[in-house]
């Protein structure tokens, strides 16, 4: 996984040079807030590369569930920094386009850095997209759908390039409008999605896992299923209503059955926790 990062980090540290350059040459505001754009995805995985490391290490006593939430942390500072990397740039397109000031050269050599930058993050987002979901890794995953926004970003500051070139000077500080829009909307899903995992949101619907008991011979119910995730893999206690007058080995025996068919239907349990109860026992709490 991290030959996969280090690969990324490097084609975005190019791409956000190019258009860096550019941007300075040209004084193209919608092309700089790109270069921000993309120099993000590249902070990104640095950040990706410091938290792998962490989230690999082996469960300890004071982590018991292992490290793996550290890589859900990394993946959701990814939404607060493309956040905060927006506000000066939407504070600048805004003046820009309140005084009419436009970008101060226009060439080619802006349509050429911008169409390969492009070719670039397309094939970038589809070998991370993919590769994070082999590996299983949130974070390659979150950062597959920041670099793929580049995407219509590019395609935006194209357009917002040729409008200037052909006299509509609002284009340039429009454009990069447009790229901060698509900006705080991926900074709102990533955050979205990775925070749901923090506060411990059900990884497993409870109903789906009480169908799932009930389909094994001997298992009467279940109550107090709570499940949750730890980036990738998820955790699941439940309490089994088995028959009073069973066998402890049989019950036990049951039990094992439960967990062997809550595996086969979720694959990404890593872990259950099963507490046997006689049927007909009052049921405490949740």
């Given at each position: 996984?991290?030959?996969?990062?280090l690969?990324?980090?490097?084609l975005?540290?190019?791409?956000?040079a190019?258009k860096?350059a550019?941007a300075l040459?040209?004084?193209?505001?919608?092309?700089?807030s790109?270069a921000?754009?993309?120099l993000l995805d590249?902070?990104s995985n640095?950040?990706?590369?410091?938290a792998?490391?962490?989230?690999?290490?082996p469960?300890?006593?004071?982590?018991?569930?292992?490290?793996?939430?550290?890589?859900i942390?990394?993946?959701a500072l990814?939404?607060v920094?493309?956040?905060?990397?927006s506000?000066?740039?939407?504070w600048?397109?805004?003046?820009r386009l309140?005084?009419g000031?436009a970008?101060?050269?226009f060439?080619?050599?802006g349509i050429v850095?911008m169409?390969i930058?492009?070719?670039?993050n397309t094939?970038?987002?589809?070998y991370?997209a993919?590769?994070?979901?082999?590996l299983?890794?949130?974070?390659?995953?979150?950062?597959?759908?920041?670099?793929?926004s580049?995407?219509?970003?590019?395609?935006g500051?194209?357009?917002?390039?040729?409008?200037?070139r052909l006299?509509?000077?609002w284009?340039?500080?429009?454009g990069?409008?447009?790229?901060l829009?698509?900006?705080a909307?991926?900074?709102?899903?990533?955050?979205?999605?990775n925070l749901?995992?923090?506060?411990?949101?059900?990884?497993?619907?409870?109903s789906?896992?009480?169908?799932?008991?009930l389909?094994?011979?001997?298992?009467?119910g279940?109550?107090?299923?709570?499940s949750?995730?730890?980036?990738?893999?998820?955790?699941l206690?439940?309490?089994l209503l088995?028959?009073?007058?069973?066998s402890?080995?049989r019950a036990h025996?049951?039990?094992?059955?439960?967990?062997?068919a809550?595996r086969?239907r979720?694959?990404?349990?890593?872990?259950?926790?099963?507490?046997?109860e006689?049927?007909?026992?009052p049921?405490?709490?949740?």
């Amino acid at each position: 996984m991290h030959r996969v990062i280090l690969r990324i980090l490097w084609l975005n540290l190019m791409v956000a040079a190019a258009k860096g350059a550019y941007a300075l040459w040209s004084g193209s505001l919608a092309v700089a807030s790109d270069a921000v754009h993309s120099l993000l995805d590249a902070a990104s995985n640095v950040v990706g590369l410091v938290a792998l490391s962490l989230a690999s290490s082996p469960p300890d006593p004071e982590h018991p569930y292992g490290h793996r939430k550290i890589e859900i942390v990394a993946a959701a500072l990814i939404g607060v920094v493309i956040a905060g990397g927006s506000l000066q740039f939407a504070w600048s397109a805004m003046d820009r386009l309140i005084h009419g000031k436009a970008m101060t050269r226009f060439a080619m050599p802006g349509i050429v850095v911008m169409g390969i930058t492009l070719v670039v993050n397309t094939l970038v987002a589809r070998y991370e997209a993919r590769r994070g979901r082999e590996l299983g890794s949130p974070f390659l995953v979150a950062d597959a759908a920041h670099t793929g926004s580049d995407i219509l970003v590019t395609l935006g500051v194209l357009g917002s390039l040729v409008a200037t070139r052909l006299g509509f000077t609002w284009a340039d500080p429009a454009g990069a409008l447009v790229v901060l829009a698509v900006v705080a909307r991926v900074a709102f899903r990533i955050l979205s999605q990775n925070l749901a995992v923090l506060v411990d949101r059900a990884a497993v619907e409870a109903s789906v896992v009480e169908e799932v008991v009930l389909g094994v011979p001997g298992a009467r119910g279940c109550h107090r299923v709570r499940s949750r995730s730890t980036g990738g893999v998820a955790h699941l206690d439940l309490h089994l209503l088995v028959d009073g007058e069973l066998s402890l080995n049989r019950a036990h025996g049951i039990s094992h059955d439960v967990e062997q068919a809550l595996r086969e239907r979720f694959p990404e349990l890593v872990d259950i926790t099963i507490h046997v109860e006689p049927e007909g026992e009052p049921v405490e709490g949740l």
